[in-house]
């Protein structure tokens, strides 16, 4: 059974970088979209994008210009990376596991770990 | 991109039906047929319940049927139990490889 696991700080400084970690254990990663989506406290969910096995990447155009994601099958990891953040940014994120490239079948998901931005 | 239109709530007694409505624009809901249905009890992790507008994943009770017309996707859940009380989101591709969300319904078996 594939569990996905998030970790990461708890709380960010504003005008830092968000960086989280999510591990993926008993499955490969190969021919899956990693993907990252939030929740903010009280809003619905939000798409941040994936990252496909091979390393190519597809973000939430809102999120674009700060947003990374990237893989390590080496370490069966795939990890999320948000610059300059503000306490837009503060919210519950999941990282999760997709089978196809447009989020219509995200059929893994993290528990998800809450990220606070605060100074 | 805006989210998808969802009720806020619905509700319905033990072995009753709710249907919870997904309203979008043919940029999104209209013009595909890929909707998908999450189920989210609050501190667990989300949980797939219909793709493609109506198919159901690997073990999900044949009570949850999904529908699509128009721009507007439905998420039906027949046989109410207490154990279904909990958020429901919608997605839907939106072109360009990326989903939209749905603002989510929360679902209360009375």
């Known amino acids: 059974q594939v569990q996905l696991q998030e970790s990461g700080p708890g709380v960010v400084k504003p005008s830092e970088t968000l960086s989280l970690t999510c591990t993926v254990s008993g499955g490969a990663m190969s021919s899956y979209y990693w993907t990252w989506i939030r929740q903010p406290p009280g809003k619905g969910l939000e798409w941040i994008g994936y990252s496909y096995y091979s390393g190519n990447t597809n973000y939430n155009p809102s999120l674009k210009s700060r947003v990374t994601i990237s893989v390590d099958t080496s370490k069966n990891q795939f990890s999320l990376k948000v610059s300059s953040v503000t306490a837009a940014d503060t919210a519950v994120y999941y990282c999760a596991r997709d089978k196809s490239a447009g989020g219509s079948h995200i059929d893994m998901w993290g528990q998800g770990t809450m990220v606070t931005v605060s100074s | 991109q805006s989210a998808l239109t969802q009720p806020p709530s619905a509700s319905g007694s033990p072995g009753q039906s709710v249907t919870i409505s997904c309203t979008g624009t043919s940029s999104d809901v209209g013009g595909y047929n890929y909707v998908s249905w999450y189920q989210h009890h609050p501190g667990k992790a989300p949980k797939l319940m219909i793709y493609?507008?109506?198919k159901r994943p690997s073990g999900v009770p044949d009570r949850f049927s999904g529908s699509k017309s128009g721009n507007t996707a439905s998420l039906t859940v027949s046989g109410l139990q207490a154990e279904d009380e909990a958020d429901y989101y919608c997605s839907s591709y939106a072109g360009s490889n990326n989903p939209v969300f749905g603002t989510g319904t929360k679902v209360t078996v009375l």
């Open positions: 493609e507008v109506s």
